[in-house]
């Protein structure tokens, strides 16, 4: 399901950034699809530039209107869930969380087809520059606005493969860790 | 010492590499002379993204040919020193570490007024989309190549008024936690 086309088109979007990444980082982006066959609209791109014991960063990418499913970081192993600074780098992106908000009105929409999936409300709206932090175990979602993002993401250690998504179809294979 | 000059240049090279900045964040950057009142050879300016219990991440600038000097992060409270990971965004810097090396010859001085507090010996040259991760405990310094550089810094939580410098007449001001 994932073409050459999809590819470049997630390549381009970071040479828009200016972000300067390796043939190596460009050649380990995890395309994840979450196991929906439905990239284009569920998706996530992302380089890894480190996960350690401590600290964790990421390069991510959301193509136009892309966007990553709702999911949350649980607790592990005594340790707390963890946490992240999303920081747009460039484009817009709308994330949402389950914090408390009385907003009801949104600017975009979670995918049609997996909507009833998408339960966190509370919307922050980051252009570049701009940053947010998710505190543990707080539900979220985001995506990008009509030409796409490109978020740098700080945080304590990713287990990624421990995230648990609200769409009980979804699975995450991990390529790069 | 600090001139509306100097803070000039600084935002004139986070600009070359593209990185979009709020004006508050260009209005907080932390210029760092650590007491040294020779700030264009010794010194470092850094944009705080964000500092919590668990992680940390920066944005940092060095003019052409600027040098941080040599310091540790010592471990603190049974805690253990800060691991950091530096990524050349533009630029190029050679960073030096206190590991094993049998390399003796290297690409660039330290400052020549304070010679005797450089003593790391061990070569790492990052150019932009290059990365390197400097464990605990481990003494560093770190000095642009002549057009200066842009470097993230990734890591564990910062305590910079801990931080352990070579140089004895070091004082390090923290303006930004």
Request: glycine share 6%; charged share 30%.
């Amino acid at each position: 399901m994932l073409t050459q086309e999809y590819k470049m088109k997630v390549k381009d979007l970071y040479g828009k950034s200016n972000i300067v990444l390796t043939d190596t980082e460009l050649a380990s982006i995890d395309y994840a699809d979450f196991g929906l066959n439905n990239i284009e609209e569920e998706g996530l791109n992302l380089i890894l530039y480190v996960n350690n014991a401590r600290y964790c960063a990421k390069e991510m990418v959301l193509l136009p209107n892309q966007t990553c499913p709702e999911h949350v970081h649980p607790d592990l192993q005594g340790r707390e869930g963890k946490q992240e600074t999303f920081r747009c780098r460039w484009g817009k992106v709308y994330l949402y969380t389950d914090e408390p908000t009385d907003v009801e009105k949104h600017q975009v929409l979670p995918p049609q087809q997996s909507c009833d999936y998408y339960t966190a409300k509370k919307e922050i709206v980051l252009e570049a520059g701009e940053q947010y932090t998710i505190d543990p175990r707080i539900k979220h979602w985001f995506k990008a606005g009509p030409e796409g993002a490109v978020i740098s993401e700080f945080s304590s250690p990713s287990f990624d493969e421990y995230d648990v998504f609200t769409n009980p179809n979804i699975k995450r294979d991990i390529r790069d860790r």
